[in-house]
Each structure stands twice: as C-alpha cells, then as structure tokens.
C-alpha cells in the first residue's frame, strides 16, 4: 500500500518550510546563499535519478547544467529572447542534447559508463572554452532574471529570488517524487537491483535508462538556467569535470537513492565548504576529512543513515509505519 | 595618598579617552584572491605583499586599523561571485582587492558595480574592464592585456623586425593578445607572414608548428604563453635550436622569474614586455625588493608588487579622506586620485577609465655567472590602455 507521508516527504516538507522561514528572516548573503543552494539541490536531485536509482554512475552531468546555462546567456543576450521561453527551450535543448549522448552511452556500464560520461563532458567544455563567439574562457556575462511581476514577485530582490528557486525546486521535487513513485520509477530501480532479471522479464532496459537520462539532463538544463539567471553569468568552468564531481559527492553525501538525500547533501556540503573556506586556507583539507568521515561512518550518506535509524525507531513505527 | 587617587583617576580617565578612538571600526578589505585552485600561488603571493605594503605604508589610518578579511575564489568564475557577495554584503568591506583571474572578475563586475563598492583589481587582465565594462567604482593596479601587448607591436617594428610570426595558445585570450600585437604592428607598418595557434591543453610537442615558423624565416617570433604552457613551449624552442637563427619576443609572462629555471636554455635571449621586473632600477623597487626579501628571503615577482602597490593605493586613499570610508563616492574618488612613483616608476589612474597608466618595460634575459635573468633593455613611458567604448 503506498502512503502520502514517507520519511522522504516529511523532510522535504520540512526543509521547505525551514527555507522559506529563512528567506524571510536572513539577510541580503544570506538569502543569495539560500538561492545558489536550492539551485544546487536541483542539480543534485536530477544526478540522483541516475547514480541512485537508475545506477548509472556520471561523471558529466555538469555538461547538461552549462548546456542549459549557455543555452539561457546566448539566447537572452545575443538574440534579445524573452525569459520565459528560453527557459523552456534551454530545458528542450538540454534534454535533446541528453537524448543524442544518451543512445550512445546508455549501453555502457560502470567505469565504462563514468569513463564515457566525463569524456563528452569534456568535449563541451572544450567546445565552448574555445569558441571566442560565447566569450570564450572569459564567459557570458550580462544575463538577465525571469520577471516575475504577474505573481507580485521583484527578482531582482534577492529574498523573492531565493523564493523563485525554492518554489521551482518544490514543483521538481514533485513532479520527480511522483515519477519515481510510479511504474516506471518502479522498473529503473529494478533495473538497478537486477538488469538480467529486468531485461528477461521482457522489459526495455535501454529505453528506461535512455528516458532517465533524458529526463536527468533536462532538471539539470533546468538548473542551468536557473544558475545563470541567479549569477547573470556563465562561463566554461559551469561544465568542467570537477563541477560534476563536487555534485556526485553531494548526492553520495547525502545519500544516493532518494531525492531528498540529494538535496540534504547539496545543503551541507555548500553549507560547509562556505563556512571552512572562510576560515581558513586549507579548507580543502577539511572538507576530505569529512567526506573520509562520512565514507567510514555513515556509508548510506548523511540522510540514508539518518533515514535508517529513523526506520528502525519505534517512534517512527508507532506513528504506523512498517520499517519501509 | 589623595593625590595617587588623583593621579589614578586623570590615568583612568585618559583610557577612557583614548579608547574611543582605537576601538574606531576598522577598515575592512576583501581579498578576493585564490587560495586553493592552479593559481594558489598567485592569490598567496599577492596577499603577502599587500601585507608587506600595509607594514610599509603604514596600517593604521586615523585611529582605523586596516584588516583584511581573506576569501577564496579557487579561480573560478561562480565561487568567486559567490564569495564576492559575501564579502559586499555579509562582511561588508570597505574595498576590494583581487582577482587573479579574467574570468572571476567578469563574473564579479556587475555585483561589485550595482553595490557601489570601491574595487581595486590586482592582477586580472580582462580587456573588457577598460572598455565597454568599465565602472566609475573599479581601477585597476596591475594593466589590461593589450596595454602590455600593444605597445611591443610598434617597439618590434621600430626596431628593425619587419615580418613578424606570431603564435599563441587557441583560447580566447590568446587570441586577444595576439589581435593586440597585430593591431600596434601593423599600425606601425610591419606584416604578419603566418601564424599558429596549437590547443591550449595537451601540446607537448611544438616541432611541426616550429618547423613551419622556420621555414617561414620571420625577422622575428611573437608568442604568447603563460604558465605551464610557457615552460613547455619555451624548452622545445631551446631544444629545436631555433634561438640562433629566429629571435622569440613575447608578453612577459613568457619568462616569468617564477619559473625561467625550469625553461632552461631556451629562455636566453628572449626579448619581452612586461610591466614590472625584479631589476628595475629606482629608488622605490630597491625600497620593495629589500623589505620582501628581508620578510620573505627571496625576490618580489611582478604578482606581489601589483600587491604591494594596491596596498598603496588603498593606504593614501584612506589617508586623503582621513579614514572616513562612510562617503564612499568620496573614498572612490580619493583611491582614483592618487599618484605615486613605485617600483614600476611613475603610477596614476587614467581618469577615462580607472586603467593603470604605467611604463611598459622591455626586457631582454641573458645568462650571466651561469643563471638566465631579464634586464631592462628599453622603457616604454606612460602607457595607457587604449580605450575604446568606455563611457562612464
């Protein structure tokens, strides 16, 4: 029997809740730092669909956030596009760029797949660090934000911006919780527990792997854009290789596996790389001690671990869960 | 006994007297520098010398003590916006000074410009910033690309090197720099007879694009590299045994002193512009050069005077408005006013553009007691950027 209120969706709610309480209550960097996360969370979220419940393991998923960042910088600045529409076409052009990618390497797995994944990356980022049109390695600078005046929101004030994102991220949250929730999230993480089983049970384990990888560059296009709106820049760093990295040790920090394990890890490990980096130099050193931590201590990340303990509690059975 | 009371009370009272006016706010300035990332050693060696310079000139302006609260941009565009924002809006500078990189001042430009925050840039070259992204609240300490570039141009031609090959690594600023050169040459009326543009990352092996430079037989070869790709491009030369027959010209981060010992034989001879070398002879270079290597046992490079003269800049900024950086239209106006002779010679904003207007020095390295070095070979005095499209 499914249930409306997962330990999933009750964080979530919580986080929700906790953010907006926040873009009221902090100041100007405060309320800038809520946005540049809530993007973040996104970006983490769509990685997830592939590393947590699909198993594929990419290491060029920022190829699809620059994709989308590019997409909105060129469109907006160069052609005097309106914003609302570029968003939608830097999500389509990321998610058409994804499809291409994807017949390719969804067949691959494990080092083969990440292999292949960081390879392409590359090339984008190589494409555009050289391509003196785009601005080159300078980057894109100029980029405007979605006017929002209908809904009674000024974008420009970053406490309604920080707002903007958390609302859009809410509605990803949903849409993917909702999809995974379904049938076909239902295959994919069969898929992941056992592809010969899947795939002799008839099912097309190519076709879902391809639709997920679609689907995870489009939210990545998403947050692209959502990026360069915030930051009104974009430049060829957005896709390096080590962008993507720092997002899978969000989504493994977290927890791979569920959405809001994502967004807990994108949460702390920006919180933290903030707060360390301010204080001293050596911040990076920090920052490994802690991932070491988590890999000894906490091996589900920081939210699986939470979420088992959480399970296991009798409170949380008594509230008339099973141990799900 | 009434009397010590007395004396106590008068030494009592003076505290009190005196305490208002070192607990005065200090001046806050954000270093907004890489500390970790490939230019760590950049954004250390600039905060140093900034330091040294406040030892120098003094760190205390009117009762404010000046602190330097450090950010780390790691070198990359969207940290350093980020952080950027932290330090305009959370720890609320009273200036900024940095970056290293072109690419996080692009991304920096804007916020620094809408918050009006006095802005003193220590390294990046952009181009941009002296033209059509100007802002009357940005100077800058160090120089723009093509100002160091520019004037080499019409130098090469106005001494005998007629047809010119040029080369540089294929990424936009190397593009840049070289449209700079070709833009000066060909002004001055010298030809380009061939140019070559190998992928930034991953050449390890300049041969084929050196054996058509000498079958071109150019007067002479202007390149541009910069860092890792300046050690490998300048020991293939060495080793290719172009040096004798083809003279290497190129921007002075060609040979910098950072790394020239790793380039081996192949830097001798070199002949470059840059805006600073160690052995500028003046009586403000031997004031800096002694006081970094009694700190620091070794020479200044031309990252930590850019440091070093910023910290300056700041200094007689704060001094010319009395510490008071409340008014900081007035401060803006005091830092885009000051003027000084330091260790690159005679300094000053152009008013046009907040651009540093500085002696661009050409230098040529040659092997004496075994060790390859520059020497000022010629000055080229007063140069400024050659602004186009700012207009503020």
């Given at each position: 029997m499914k249930k409306l209120f997962t330990l999933d969706r009750f964080v979530a709610l919580f986080l929700i809740a906790l953010s907006l309480l926040l873009s009221e209550s902090v100041e100007y960097y405060g309320q800038e730092l809520i946005a540049e996360i809530t993007i973040l969370a996104i970006f983490a979220m769509s990685l997830d669909l592939l590393v947590g419940y699909a198993g594929l393991v990419s290491l060029g998923h920022a190829a699809f956030l620059g994709i989308g960042s590019y997409a909105t910088g060129i469109l907006t600045v160069q052609y005097g596009w309106e914003?609302?529409?570029?968003?939608?076409?830097?999500?389509?052009?990321?998610?058409?760029?994804?499809?291409?990618?994807?017949?390719f390497v969804v067949r691959l797995e494990g080092i083969f797949f990440i292999m292949i994944t960081l390879a392409v990356s590359q090339m984008f980022h190589a494409y555009f660090l050289k391509n003196r049109e785009f601005g080159g390695d300078d980057g894109m600078p100029g980029i405007q934000r979605l006017d929002l005046e209908a809904f009674g929101l000024t974008v420009f004030d970053p406490a309604d911006f920080a707002k903007f994102t958390l609302i859009v991220a809410v509605l990803v949250y949903i849409g993917l919780d909702l999809l995974m929730s379904s049938p076909f999230g239902r295959y994919l993480i069969g898929i992941h527990q056992n592809e010969n089983r899947m795939r002799s049970l008839g099912v097309p384990v190519e076709q879902y792997k391809l639709?997920?990888?679609?689907?995870?560059?489009?939210?990545?296009?998403?947050?692209?854009?959502?990026?360069a709106q915030h930051t009104g820049f974009v430049s060829p760093d957005a896709m390096f290789w080590t962008v993507s990295g720092v997002v899978l040790i969000m989504v493994i920090a977290g927890g791979t596996g569920s959405l809001v394990g994502a967004v807990v890890g994108a949460v702390i490990v920006r919180l933290l790389s903030h707060q360390i980096s301010s204080l001293t130099e050596h911040w990076m050193l920090f920052m490994g001690l802690f991932f070491i931590a988590i890999v000894l201590f906490a091996s589900d990340g920081i939210y699986g671990t939470f979420a088992k303990y959480c399970r296991r509690s009798r409170w949380w059975k008594s509230a008339g869960n099973s141990s799900d | 006994m009434k009397k010590m009371y007395f004396l106590l009370m008068v030494a009592l009272s003076s505290l009190f007297l005196l305490t208002p006016?070192?607990?005065?706010?200090?001046?806050?300035?954000?270093?907004?520098?890489?500390?970790?990332?490939?230019?760590?050693g950049l954004g250390k060696e600039i905060t140093r010398a900034f330091e040294l310079g406040l030892e120098v000139f003094g760190d205390e302006v009117n009762g404010r003590k000046i602190v330097l609260v450090q950010e780390d941009t790691e070198g990359k565009p969207n940290s350093g916006l980020s952080k950027t924002k932290k330090l305009i809006f959370s720890d609320k500078v009273?200036?900024?000074?940095?970056?290293?990189?072109?690419?996080?001042?692009a991304a920096m430009r804007d916020t620094v410009?809408?918050?009006?925050?006095?802005?003193?840039?220590?390294?990046?070259?952009?181009?941009?910033?002296?033209?059509a992204k100007c802002?009357?609240?940005?100077?800058?300490?160090?120089?723009?690309?093509?100002?160091?570039?520019?004037?080499?141009?019409?130098?090469?031609?106005d001494n005998g090197y007629r047809k010119v090959y040029l080369m540089a690594p294929d990424y936009a600023a190397g593009h840049q720099m070289m449209d700079h050169f070709k833009a000066g040459f060909k002004e001055a009326g010298g030809t380009i007879i061939g140019e070559?543009?190998?992928?930034?990352?991953?050449?390890?092996?300049?041969?084929?694009?050196?054996?058509?430079?000498?079958e071109a037989k150019p007067d002479a070869l202007f390149v541009f590299f910069a860092g890792g790709p300046a050690i490998q491009f300048v020991k293939s030369f060495g080793a290719f045994g172009l040096g004798n027959t083809i003279p290497l010209a190129g921007a002075g981060w060609l040979t910098s002193p950072l790394y020239i010992k790793a380039q081996g034989e192949g830097a001798n001879n070199i002949i470059g512009s840059a805006n600073y070398i160690p052995s500028i002879d003046n009586a403000a270079n031997k004031a800096y050069q002694d006081a970094f290597k009694a700190k620091h046992k070794r020479e200044g490079s031309e990252f930590a005077v850019q440091g070093y003269d910023s910290a300056r800049v700041i200094v007689e900024a704060l001094k010319a408005v009395n510490g008071d950086t409340s008014d900081k239209k007035a401060f803006m106006d005091a830092i885009r006013a000051v003027t000084f002779d330091g260790p690159r010679g005679k300094m000053r904003f152009d008013s046009k553009n907040g651009n540093i207007i500085q002696n661009i020095y050409v230098y040529k390295n040659s092997k004496t007691n075994g060790v390859i070095a520059p020497s000022v070979f010629d000055v080229i005095k007063d140069v400024q950027d050659p602004s186009d499209s700012c207009t503020m």
């Open positions: 914003m609302f529409p570029t968003m939608l076409i830097s999500i389509a052009l990321a998610g058409l760029v994804s499809a291409l990618v994807g017949i639709a997920i990888f679609i689907i995870a560059g489009m939210v990545a296009g998403l947050s692209g854009s959502l990026q | 006016i070192h607990a005065a706010e200090p001046v806050k300035v954000g270093m907004i520098l890489p500390y970790s990332g490939v230019y760590a009273d200036v900024l000074v940095g970056p290293v990189s072109s690419g996080v001042l410009h809408n918050s009006k925050t006095p802005f003193v840039i220590a390294n990046a070259g952009h181009d941009g910033i002296s033209g802002s009357p609240w940005i100077v800058r300490t160090s120089f723009s690309n093509r100002q160091v570039v520019r004037p080499m141009g019409k130098w090469m031609y070559e543009y190998p992928p930034l990352q991953g050449t390890k092996d300049f041969g084929p694009y050196l054996a058509k430079v000498k």
